[in-house]
């Protein structure tokens, strides 16, 4: 039975939570838990579910929405093939069977997506690529390119190579990550459960869903399960912290269960889920990070020129750059100043001080001639960009 806390909680939560519909969505990433991918008995992919599920991801395609898979899979598909035992496995057996298995799950996912002319993109990530910030803009561009050109990413931590030291060790927590990292707008958690519960079902069966969860707060921590499955690592625990990184980073995230045949189709049409809301969106997010949360290593200062078109909404150019002071690496934050020496915002820059200082009032044309690389248009992308008045 529902605590007292938990009905207050239910009670407001339906009086002023509203769930978002699926069409307001542009980018969304979608995990896929490998209980739901891998028949372990057979020790294969389960075609036909996931058939049904790029059929979903197709149609989102179709109508312009940019999507990115992050598919667990590969250890569960690999252990099989190894002929490895069941329960928990060693650090070295774990890399091993990520190695074999990648690669299967890796053509199963571009073979699918292939036959509705979608190409897919493999992209493996440790916790360094998320977290160092140099790495983070690295990947984040990589993801970005591959949206562009109407590529999926399917998307894996790197477990052939990440020690216990340096992994997620869950795929929940990894595909929020990459939500921040992407600034989608909706996170997807297919599950083998279809929602947060008001108690474990398995064992209450007075436990009832909670549909929209407005703000995670202790009372929603409080109610969090353990890991149900030896094929998954995650649990709800591991879902709740998930949300906390997505709706902090201004994404929504969704909670479904993926035993059912087209889910994402299941989620537009109503079915049983659980929504968690941010008050927040992915860019304006990213910029108060941006904005207050890095501490500057530098500064460039524009001329008049720039600093009007940064108002107009592009980006920095290194045209626009008639002075550099501070030793900065690319990614970090630094301050830009107009002609006045009044603060205009500040940004991610995209060169370390020395190669910025080298293009600076130059041409984008002249950078590879000057640099001998070709590198990015932008000192500071406008994505990456948070003015004073924002």
């Keep these: 039975m529902a605590s007292p806390e938990t009905a207050s909680f239910e009670s407001s939560s339906d009086a002023q939570a509203k769930t978002p519909a699926f069409a307001d969505f542009r980018r969304i990433v979608i995990k896929v838990g490998s209980a739901l991918l891998v028949d372990r008995a057979q020790g294969r992919v389960r075609l036909a579910w996931l058939t049904s599920l790029v059929e979903d991801i197709a149609a989102l395609h ?26 928990p496995l060693k650090l070295e057996d774990s890399q091993a069977a990520a190695a074999v298995g990648q690669i299967a799950l890796s053509k199963t996912w571009a073979d699918i997506l292939g036959h509705y002319n979608i190409t897919a993109g493999q992209v493996l990530l440790t916790l360094g690529d998320t977290e160092e910030r140099r790495r983070y803009l690295n990947a984040r561009s990589t993801l970005g390119r591959l949206m562009e050109l109407r590529s999926v990413p399917i998307i894996n931590e790197n477990d052939t190579v990440a020690t216990t030291e340096i992994r997620y060790g869950d795929n929940d927590r990894l595909a929020a990550r990459v939500a921040t990292m992407a600034s989608a707008d909706l996170l997807v958690l297919l599950s083998d459960i279809d ?30 399960g353990d890991a149900g499955s030896e094929l998954s690592r995650g649990g709800m625990r591991t879902k709740i912290e998930a949300g906390k990184i997505a709706t902090s980073a201004g994404t929504h995230m969704v909670i479904a269960s993926g035993h059912v045949k087209n889910p994402l189709k299941r989620i ?73 020496g009044a603060e205009v915002g500040r940004g991610l820059v995209a060169y370390d001080s020395n190669h910025a200082a080298r293009i600076m009032g130059h041409s984008t044309l002249e950078i590879e001639a000057l640099l001998g690389v070709k590198g990015r248009s932008e000192m500071v992308h406008r994505d990456d960009l948070a003015l004073g008045v924002e």
Aim: with cysteine; hydrophobic share 45%; net charge positive.
């Design 62 to 87: 179709a109508k312009g929405c940019e999507v990115m898979v992050v598919s667990s899979g590969a250890i569960a598909l690999g252990r099989t093939v190894l002929g490895l035992p069941a329960g």
């Design 268 to 340: 537009m049409e109503g079915g049983r889920c659980t929504w968690f809301l941010t008050s927040a969106n992915p860019v304006r997010a990213r910029k108060s990070w941006i904005a207050g949360a890095l501490e500057p290593r530098g500064t460039l200062h524009l001329d008049d020129g720039a600093v009007a078109a940064l108002r107009r909404g592009a980006s920095l150019l290194p045209a626009g750059v008639k002075r550099i002071d501070g030793q900065f690496d690319r990614g970090d934050a630094v301050v830009l100043r107009g002609p006045d």
């Design 195 to 224: 929602g947060l519960y008001t108690a474990p079902p398995a064992q209450d069966p007075n436990a009832t869903l909670i549909p929209v969860v407005p703000r995670i707060g202790a009372e929603i921590e409080a109610i969090a």
